[in-house]
T-cell receptor
Framework: AQKITQTQPGMFVQEKEAVTLDCTYD???????LFWYKQPSSGEMIFLIY??????QNATEGRYSLNFQKARKSANLVISASQLGDSAMYFC?????????????FGAGTRLAVHP | DTGVSQNPRHKITKRGQNVTFRCDPI?????LYWYRQTLGQGPEFLTY????????KSRLLSDRFSAERPKGSFSTLEIQRTEQGDSAMYLC??????????????FGEGSWLTVV
């Protein structure tokens, strides 16, 4: 069965520092997609970054990068130069390859607090 | 605003009452998803529509839950005879058929339900 594990309930980081949020996944399917979302207190899930299982390079989107280690089944999110506005819940998710649509399985999330 | 719209944003209801949530997806998106998120957890998949057809329902969607997308545009999620365990945020998302990359799934801001 597919599963996403986020072992860090909460993380603290100083403004302008980098932070890594951990995510491990479990699947026996060779084709899958990995996502990271940010959820501020308003509730909206904001897409941050995506990594396909066959992508050769680690994904990057501005200050976000994904450290994809396929053999270890990990997809950690790295946020560089943290900003106060980065304080939020962060969710790692995996897309199940079910019929070609975007059914996502989410982890429990990590709450990030950025301190000035 | 051309994003995914959900209403009402907040609903407080007494146990046993029926509630209905509405989701308006992005206009050209033919795929629509409902997720449920309880406090301290990541979202859990409830159901998926392609146009007006409901193609998958999670076991989480008990007989008291019904979702419709009558004309392939907006969708409604109705909960009958609400229970305290139904208290959660109900998230709607939409996507297109064009590829399964990370930036093709768009979430609304969610509808918070509190059953008292």
């Amino acid at each position: 069965a597919q599963k996403i594990t986020q072992t860090q309930p909460g993380m603290f980081v100083q403004e302008k520092e980098a932070v890594t949020l951990d995510c491990t996944y479990d699947t026996s399917d060779p084709s899958y997609g990995l996502f990271w979302y940010k959820q501020p207190s308003s509730g909206e899930m904001i897409f941050l970054i995506y990594q396909g299982s066959y992508d050769q390079q680690n994904a990057t989107e501005g200050r976000y990068s994904l450290n994809f280690q396929k053999a270890r089944k990990s997809a950690n999110l790295v946020i560089s130069a943290s900003q106060l506005g980065d304080s939020a819940m962060y969710f790692c998710a995996m897309r199940r390859p079910s019929g070609g649509y975007n059914k996502l399985i989410f982890g429990a999330g990590t709450r990030l607090a950025v301190h000035p | 605003d051309t994003g995914v719209s959900q209403n009402p944003r907040h609903k407080i209801t007494k146990r046993g009452q029926n509630v209905t949530f509405r989701c308006d997806p992005i206009s050209e998106h033919n795929r629509l998803y409902w997720y449920r998120q309880t406090l301290g957890q990541g979202p859990e998949f409830l159901t998926y529509f392609q146009n007006e057809a409901q193609l998958e329902k999670s076991r989480l969607l008990s007989d008291r839950f019904s979702a419709e997308r009558p004309k392939g545009s907006f969708s409604t999620l109705e909960i009958q005879r609400t229970e305290q365990g139904d208290s959660a945020m109900y998230l709607c998302a939409s996507s297109t058929e064009q590829g399964l990359g990370g930036n093709t799934i768009y979430f609304g801001e969610g509808s918070w339900l509190t059953v008292v």
